[in-house]
């Protein structure tokens, strides 16, 4: 019933030539994936020209950020929900542990991020996840919860609805070193315990969450396999066409 989704994050990669390429060649080779949604996320700056070529597909476009502010006002460098809207795209990646870790952003920033952005009806892709020094001292979970419930705060059953959240371990992220199906899994199943008490046990239920963090062609499947986990954040692995293909095409 959790449509699964499989999102690439390009990161900071590719001119608009070659991100108008890479999409084009993925276009083709994911045109028969009803049974996942295919997101990629380029750069800003490649944003329009990525979706004009991907219209009519069943590939939709990210941006990888947005501002807190919903309103056009002065904030030099900063673009709003609207304006990445207006650019074709129709999904969000919010609080990126990059963007956690190198433009201080927090879970008040998260939320901010995520309220601008519901207002002008982009879907939000909210993305947590611990360090490795917050796992080894036992406090993964204590983490991603007040992360989750930061970066949620506030948020209606129907906001909810255009809420996906990427659990992405910082410690697997681009690393190659993969959380085990297992550790990944009792991760998702504790956020959705969260949120079904934080909104509702049908909220819960419904809330895709993506697992994220040196996702491959080859451990995709068992990834996937299990009960709480609905898709993928893809960084690495995504920026070639034929590999994030393949990860969309896992079964
Ligand atoms: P990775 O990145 O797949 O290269 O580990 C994942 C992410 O940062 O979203």
């Known amino acids: 019933m959790r449509k699964p989704v499989i999102a690439g994050n390009w990161k900071m990669h590719k ?44 590939v939709r476009v990210a941006a990888q950020d947005c501002s807190t502010k919903a309103e056009h006002t002065a904030r030099t460098g900063e673009v709003c929900a609207d304006m990445l809207k207006d650019a074709g795209a129709t999904y969000v990646i919010i609080g990126h ?37 917050q796992r080894e001292s036992g406090d993964a979970q204590k983490v ?8 949620l705060a506030g948020l209606t059953l129907t906001d909810m609805e255009r809420i996906i959240i990427a659990y992405e371990p910082v410690w697997a992220i681009g690393t190659g070193r993969t959380a085990t199906p297992e550790q990944a899994q009792e991760m998702h199943g504790f956020i959705r315990r969260a949120i079904a008490s934080s909104h509702s046990k049908e909220c819960a239920d419904s ?24 898709g993928a954040l893809v960084g690495g692995a995504s920026l070639e066409a034929g590999s994030f293909a393949s990860i969309v095409n896992y079964r």
């Open 144 to 151: 991603v919860a007040t992360q989750v419930s930061g970066g």
């Open 207 to 230: 809330v895709r969450i993506l697992y994220g963090g040196s996702v491959k062609p080859d451990n995709i499947a068992d990834l996937m396999d299990r009960e709480d986990i609905d």
């Open 15 to 58: 001119l608009i030539g070659e991100s108008v390429d890479t999409a084009v060649e993925l276009r083709d080779l994911v045109s028969n994936a009803g049974h996942s949604e295919v997101v990629i996320a380029p750069v800003f700056t490649a944003l329009r020209s990525v979706a004009d070529r991907l219209e009519g597909s069943n």
């Open 97 to 133: 542990s990059e963007r956690r870790q190198f433009n201080g952003e927090t879970d008040e920033t998260v939320n901010a991020k995520v309220k601008a952005a519901l207002k002008h009806g982009l879907v939000c892709i909210v993305c947590v996840g611990e360090d490795l020094s």
